[in-house]
Nanobody
Framework: QVQLQESGPGLVKPSQTLSLTCTVS??????????WGWIRQPPGKEPEGMGA???????YYNPSLKSRASISRDTSKNQFTLQLTSVAPRDTAVYYC?????????WGQGTQVTVSS
C-alpha cells in the first residue's frame, strides 16, 4: 500500500530551478530492491523517464537531462526530490514520482508544472 505524493510549484520562470518533492507513505524509501524515480509527460507527448535513485542513494539519469537533473533523498522524512536547473518552456509537463524495482508502480497522482515568464 505504498503511496506517493508530489509537491512543489505549479509555475516556474525560465532559467530558474524547479524543485519537486515526493513524499512516500506506506513503505520506506530504503526498502531493499526499491528504486524511486521521476517521469514527466509534456502535453501531446509520451511519458519521459527522467532519472531515479536506488536504495544505496546512487542516482542515474536520462542522458538528455543528465546535465540539468539531480535526484536526492531525505531518508528521515521518507522523501526524495527532483531538481531541474535552467528550465525552459519545453520543460512544461505533468511530473510524476514513481516506485520501481519490478516495473514502475505505483505512480503518484502527478503535478502540473508550467514554465512561463
Amino acid at each position: 500500500q505504498v503511496q506517493l505524493q508530489e509537491s512543489g510549484p505549479g509555475l516556474v520562470k525560465p532559467s530558474q530551478t524547479l524543485s519537486l518533492t515526493c513524499t512516500v507513505s506506506g513503505g520506506s524509501i530504503t526498502t531493499n530492491g526499491a528504486v524511486w524515480g521521476w517521469i514527466r509527460q509534456p502535453p501531446g507527448k509520451e511519458p519521459e523517464g527522467m532519472g531515479a535513485i536506488d536504495t544505496s542513494g546512487s542516482s542515474y539519469y536520462n542522458p538528455s537531462l543528465k546535465s540539468r537533473a539531480s535526484i536526492s533523498r531525505d531518508t528521515s522524512k521518507n522523501q526524495f526530490t527532483l531538481q531541474l536547473t535552467s528550465v525552459a518552456p519545453r520543460d512544461t509537463a505533468v511530473y510524476y514520482c514513481v516506485r520501481g524495482g519490478q516495473g514502475w508502480s505505483p505512480w503518484g497522482q502527478g503535478t502540473q508544472v508550467t514554465v512561463s515568464s
